[in-house]
């Protein structure tokens, strides 16, 4: 079975250098080999050492599953999160994710995937395990943790009497989802988040409040 065929065959579409080079070691010349499925477009470098199969016959690559594999590590977060979750109805082209090491940003042939800087103390709480169309898992912020992580980064711009009005008109947040977060992961996330930032520990408490009360009002 030549290679091409044995790459759509893969269960997956996303796959590393090492990965790929066990796939070539009766090859002469691996290092051609890839340059030669590169130059077809049968194998796409989303960065290097990480490359994504595209066939028509090849399960569809997941850029979630990508965010974690770009950089990390990581979780995917803010506004995507918000997408993914149903919290926000506009499509987000940018995968935005949360890391613990420095903030970049990466621009690859699939796709823009950013990163924000938490410190490692707020990293971990909140994180569970999405899964991809492939059946392969990623790290995604619960929607308590990508509106909090959302507040956080962008909190000097939010006036606490005004939260409502940025929620719902500015971001777009379908009340009904809104209503459906869980309010003690969302109290329990806000005591971690409390800290340095006075401002928006004030915004998280307004916050926790908000979502009791339209909690109470399903």
Known sequence: MGLEARLHRLPQPEIDYVYLTSLLRDYARPRQEISRLLGKRALVRVKKGLYVVTSDNQIPYSKEV???LVYGPSYISLDYAL??????????????????????????????FSYRYLRPALFSH???????????????????KALIDKIWFIS????PKDLEAFLFDDLRIDPGAFARLNIKKMNSLIEHYRGPKVACATILAALGELIARKGDQR
Request: hydrophobic residues 35%; contains cysteine; charged residues 25%.
């Open 66 to 68: 990508l965010a974690n």
């Open 83 to 112: 997408r993914l979750h149903g919290l926000i109805p506009e499509r987000v082209e940018e995968v935005t994710s949360v890391t613990c090491n420095r903030e970049k940003t990466f621009a690859t042939p699939v796709g823009v």
């Open 156 to 159: 000097h711009d939010i006036d």
């Open 126 to 144: 909140g994180v569970t395990q999405g899964e991809s169309i492939t059946g392969r898992s990623f790290l995604v912020a619960t929607p308590e």
